[in-house]
């Protein structure tokens, strides 16, 4: 109840936009956020309204709303006045008491409308045009699929790739329909290999940005419980992203078998099923792991390739492989691939060092699944540090598995770190639950404000430390 | 529930400002981050007054007049000594903080010099930092070199003298110190730190003029025989029975001048692998490279200096080698570093956090130890008068 008044805030109308917005316009998951919302001035803590058009003529729409609901209440009230009429009176103050609900749910109406009349006719049209680009393209298309790791899978092989050919990728983490069709429209049909990020929200969503893409070559780089809020069921995830196979058919399909959901769905003797071991002929040898990258060297018949990449931790060795093995297939040399995967470096907030006061600080921010923290982990482990400190807020989207994920990360953490720091939030106690468990006696801090540690790291860490950040934790899930 | 920290900064001092920067940056933000204490900021005015607010956190404060608005539109505050130290802002109703941690951020005269720790023994509460006896040794340069010597540690040779006795008998002691010491000397202020009022001087001339300098701050005043071949270094420790030493450091300054305020300070300094730095965070070569075991013969001495003045907490020790007889001299303490030398800190292994954890625990451990002290015990004396 204190923060009831915090809904008649003049900033109110602008929150519930930009809660929409961050919902990304999905109604469901803005309903799910309001109702869990009880101080509406504590909502845009990591990022403002971004003012597009259509956040923009929400906004005034919102405004429009709570004008009319005003107007009717001052009207209500007069006329209770002036006729003595004690319901009218009432009424209005009903009314003044339930406008913030009536424009958190009525601005949904236009939102349906508008996108109903005009914003679905708008992207049909997107799509159609996107495909009949993609159609007759002739570049080599690869599709990627999975829960995690595929933004990562884009950037090696666009590295490695562009080496010798011209390469375009769906930029960012664009992978919906109508980003990867506006991306199609961009390309100025030249390219000789197109690299397409596929997103997945619902059953189905695979099999319809195939048919938009028209993959030539797949790669599934893992499946987990991230999105399992979305799927409910890590059957339905599965499914889903093997929607790639069912299109590809005979075409080729490299699978990433470090993930056991993705290793129970590949028969013996599948040449592309991927690791760190090797891929389709491709053996491993050598991993050599350190703050500043990782070194390996790859062999199939008399081809031998030394790999140098400054990309940190032996789990990417396997996606590296991938960009080989495609690499030697369109021709290049093994010359050409070592050359470019020198290139590869970590991106940006994965895996991404930074040399802060004598400390190594591993931003690896981005990552949001439970295989990622593992292989952090594992890399925390293997490098030489006076303190090894974790820092992370926990998973988002992890569903019915929220607690045992999070009790296992726990026990996972508690075998490498010294110390702990947990941003305060619904799965902190899972977490500490899970550290306790397993004995962990190093330090533990709580941060109740994740920005505030953040930007004061510097303050925290001190020569010889070697940090890993994981994981974010945005307002939508706060 | 939360420890109470006062954090005191300020002060009737020529050193105020640092004084300032120290308390803010390097304690009050770190403590607050540290999480566990309610961190109390105390300013104490150059007019002497005492104030307590939370917008004294803020540096923009500070910046143009708006600490003399501050101070003029708010009440100083009171203190109340029962048995321990509360803070009181006088009003319609009084707001009382007790304090139950003392961390002195005050650089100079009053703060440094054991004037703040007196005040605050006589409170009974724990306090970061060395005790009374060892601030009045570190402040004077003439007491520390004294103790120094009859602890058998090697220090430049000197001559000091009172400003009365400078401004009676001139020519006889200007005759002395150019008889006794060699040029090139330093003409320091015997009790003021941050390098305020030293000069270099190289002739007879320069000498007298250096000395009205350094007579203008203060009323005592040693003059140093330079040491040859010099090297300088510092080393910061930390620490009461166990030391903790932190880097060997070496300003980088030019060959013909010494580490001045302004190079202290204001220089713009390198840039190291992080953001640029300042004065001598940003100049300074850490760890030093010294040759034929020096590293290991600065820590050493410097150890057997803190020791041999009593100093507790934390104390930056400066250190003068003639790298051509190997000698380490001993130069000055700095009992309380400018931000507590934080990067060098760092830089050994020890973060901005558990740095200040670390010395409020030094504190509430020798403040326990001090407790087991019997002090006070009842007499049948006064029954005689």
Redesign the interface.
């Known amino acids: 109840m204190k923060h009831f008044w915090t809904r008649f805030h003049p900033s109110y109308p602008r929150t519930i936009i930009y809660m929409l917005q961050s919902s990304e316009y999905n109604i469901g998951n803005y309903f799910i956020w309001l109702n869990r919302t009880k101080n509406f001035l504590s909502v845009t803590r990591r990022r403002n309204l971004d003012y597009t058009i259509k956040a923009s003529l929400l906004l005034v729409t919102a405004w429009l709303i709570l004008l009319c609901v005003y107007t009717f209440v001052i009207y209500a009230i007069i006329k209770s006045i002036i006729s003595m009429d004690i319901l009218i009176a009432l009424l209005g103050v009903v009314l003044f008491m339930i406008s913030p609900m009536i424009v958190a749910f009525g601005i949904t109406i236009p939102l349906f409308i508008g996108h109903k009349l005009i914003q679905e006719p708008k992207q049909r049209k997107t799509l159609k045009a996107a495909s009949d680009i993609i159609l007759k393209h002739s570049a080599i298309k690869i599709a990627i699929a999975g829960s995690y790791g595929k933004t990562t899978a884009k950037e090696i092989l666009q590295t490695v790739l562009s080496e010798t050919k011209k390469v375009a990728h769906t930029p960012g983490n664009i992978n919906t329909p109508i980003g990867i069709s506006r991306f199609i429209k961009k390309l100025d049909h030249k390219e000789d290999v197109i690299i397409f990020e596929l997103g997945e929200e619902r059953v189905g969503d695979v099999r319809k940005l195939c048919e938009l893409t028209k993959p030539d070559i797949g790669v599934i780089t893992g499946i987990n419980e991230a999105h399992l809020s979305s799927f409910g069921t890590l059957e339905l995830t599965t499914a889903t992203i093997f929607e790639l196979k069912g299109y590809l058919g005979d075409k080729p399909l490299y699978k990433n078998t470090e993930s056991l959901l993705v290793k129970a769905e590949v028969t013996d003797g599948d040449k592309l099923a991927f690791s760190r071991k090797g891929v389709n002929g491709w053996h491993v040898s050598d991993i050599k792991t350190s703050i500043i990258g990782t070194k390996f060297v790859a062999q199939k018949d008399d081809k031998i390739i030394s790999a140098s990449t400054g990309l940190l931790g032996e789990h990417n060795i396997g996606t590296i492989l991938v960009a080989v093995d495609i690499a030697d297939s369109i021709g290049l040399t093994s010359v050409q691939i070592e050359a470019g995967i020198n290139k590869t470096k970590p991106f940006e907030h994965r895996m991404q060092p930074k040399f802060i006061h004598g400390a190594w600080v591993i931003d690896d921010t981005y990552n949001g699944n439970s295989e990622g923290v593992q292989a952090g982990l594992l890399l925390l482990k293997s490098l030489d540090a006076k303190r090894r400190i974790y820092i992370t807020p926990g998973l988002v989207e992890q569903g019915i598995k929220t607690k045992e994920v999070h009790e296992k990360i726990g026990r996972q953490i508690a075998k490498v770190a010294d110390v702990v720091v947990l941003m305060n939030n619904s799965v902190t106690d899972y977490i500490s639950a899970g550290l306790k468990e397993s004995g962990f006696d190093g330090k533990l801090i709580i941060a109740d404000d994740p920005l505030k540690f953040y930007s004061n790291l510097d303050a925290f860490v001190a020569a010889g430390d070697v940090v890993l950040m994981q994981n974010d934790w945005t307002d939508n899930y706060a | 529930m939360n420890k109470t920290i006062a954090v005191f900064f300020g002060g009737k001092s020529t050193e105020h400002d640092i004084s300032i920067i120290t308390a803010l940056s390097s304690i009050i933000?770190?403590l607050e981050?540290a999480?566990g204490y309610n961190v109390v900021p105390v300013y104490i005015a150059k007019d002497g007054k005492w104030f307590s607010d939370e917008k004294l956190k803020d540096i923009s404060l500070f910046r143009g007049d708006g600490i003399e608005d501050f101070c003029k539109k708010t009440k100083p505050l009171a203190v109340v000594f029962d048995g321990g130290m509360v803070l009181r802002k006088t009003g319609l109703k009084n707001k009382d903080i007790r304090v139950d941690i003392a961390f002195p951020a005050m650089h100079g005269p009053y703060g440094e010099d054991g004037s703040l720790m007196g005040l605050l023994r006589m409170a009974g509460i724990p306090f970061v930092g060395s005790d009374m006896a060892a601030s009045v040794i570190a402040m004077d340069k003439v007491l520390t070199k004294q103790v120094v010597q009859a602890n058998d540690i090697p220090t430049s040779k000197f001559i000091f003298f009172s400003k009365v006795e400078f401004e009676a008998n001139r020519d006889t002691i200007i005759k002395k110190v150019i008889n006794d010491l060699k040029f090139p000397q330093f003409v320091k202020p015997s009790h003021l730190g941050s390098s305020i009022g030293i000069t270099k001087v190289n002739n007879k001339d320069e000498l007298v003029n250096a000395i009205e300098v350094a007579a203008f701050y203060d009323d005592k005043i040693i003059v140093e025989e330079a040491i040859e071949n010099l090297i300088e270094v510092t080393v910061p420790i930390m620490g009461n029975e166990t030391l903790i030493p932190a880097l060997v450091e070496k300003p980088l300054s030019h060959g013909d001048d010494f580490f001045d305020f302004n190079t202290k300070y204001m220089s713009g300094g390198k840039k190291t692998?992080?953001a640029k730095q300042t004065g001598a965070q940003g100049y300074s070569e850490l760890p030093a490279k010294l040759p034929n075991g020096l590293y290991e013969a600065s820590l050493d001495i410097a150890q057997k200096v803190y020791r041999a003045t009593g100093c507790e907490g934390i104390s930056r020790i400066d250190l003068l080698i003639d790298s051509k007889s190997g000698i380490v001299y001993f130069n000055e303490i700095n009992p309380l570093p400018g931000s507590l030398y934080a990067?060098n800190?760092?830089?050994?292994?020890?973060?901005?956090?558990?740095l200040v954890s670390r010395l409020v625990d030094l504190a509430e451990e020798r403040f326990a130890r001090n407790q087991k002290l019997e002090t006070t015990f009842s007499s049948s004396f006064l029954k005689q008068f």
Do not use: C, T, V
């Not at chain 2, 800190?345 to 558990?354: C, M, N, P, T, V």
């Open positions: 933000k770190p981050l999480g692998s992080g990067h800190w760092r830089a050994s292994g020890i973060s901005s956090i558990e």
